[in-house]
């Protein structure tokens, strides 16, 4: 079946784009005719990167990859000019990069490490998301797409606490900066996901005992973890005009595991 093209003429902002769910997302929104700009951490010229690019095939002389540390303000600024002037002013913002780790007790923890974990899920989001935001509103349009996760939204055994404190902020961003954008045409929503069985999760779940896979996966009524596509498709129905009365709301996509 051949995939719309609901993004033809449209540019896009996302970041942590080289691998997971980003990497996911970006060839999908390519693929439905979309320009885009990954602003990513890995190299331009990385392997990463060149894997994405080899991926999207015809479509990789409409990506543009951009190195850039989104917790950082003057970063991404540049960032951000860049990317309009390779795209032009972005139509939709896609705040995927996101780091998680496996729990420990909170005496365990010390400041550096929660303020480096809020940094890279919750500060970015608020860095990339003002660096775009003008241009959106000269526009009166725009939507963007924050990723969550089912630990902010409820429980997640194997997220760690300061991770689920920010992907819970994350939640309570989207939602007021919805509230104040509505008038201006940009909607903000938000995508929580499960267990997701990128490279990296996947890796951590097969490194637990087996009988402890096995119960994870019964966990989830589905029985499965999702796959990366799986989480793409709810992002980009988001970032699309399908959801043009959509703003302020959190999508879980969390194979049944919570249901609000």
């Known amino acids: 079946m051949e995939m719309g093209r609901r993004f033809e003429g449209k540019s896009g902002i996302l970041t942590g784009g080289a691998k997971g769910i980003g990497r996911a997302t970006s060839l999908r929104f390519l693929s439905e005719g979309g320009n885009l700009a990954v602003i990513d951490k890995e190299p331009a010229d990385g392997e990463l990167a060149n894997a994405l690019r080899k991926d999207a095939g015809e479509a990789a002389n409409r990506i543009c990859f951009i190195n850039c540390e989104a917790t950082d303000e003057a970063q991404v600024i540049d960032a951000v000019a860049k990317a309009e002037k390779e795209i032009g002013t972005p139509d939709i913002l896609i705040n995927n990069v996101g780091f998680g780790g496996n729990p420990r ?18 500060t970015s989001v608020f860095l990339v998301t003002r660096a775009v935001l003008p241009g959106m509103r000269t526009r009166g349009y725009g939507r963007i797409v924050n990723l969550a996760s089912i630990a902010g939204r409820s429980i997640s055994e194997i997220s760690n606490l300061h991770y689920s404190t920010a992907k819970a902020a994350v939640l309570g961003f989207t939602r007021k900066l919805a509230f104040e954008e509505a008038p201006n045409g940009i909607t903000i929503n938000a995508v929580a996901p499960g267990t997701v069985f990128t490279e990296r999760v996947e890796t951590r779940y ?55």
């Open 105 to 122: 007790p909170i005496e365990d923890l010390g400041l550096a490490e929660w303020r480096q974990f809020q940094d890279i899920n919750l």
């Open 206 to 260: 097969r490194a637990l005992p087996e009988a402890e896979q096995v119960q994870r996966m019964d966990e989830i009524p589905m029985k499965r973890a999702a796959r990366p596509e799986e989480i793409a498709a709810a992002i980009l129905f988001l970032a699309s005009d399908d959801a043009s009365y959509i703003t302020g709301a959190a999508l879980d996509v969390n194979g049944g595991r919570f249901m609000s």
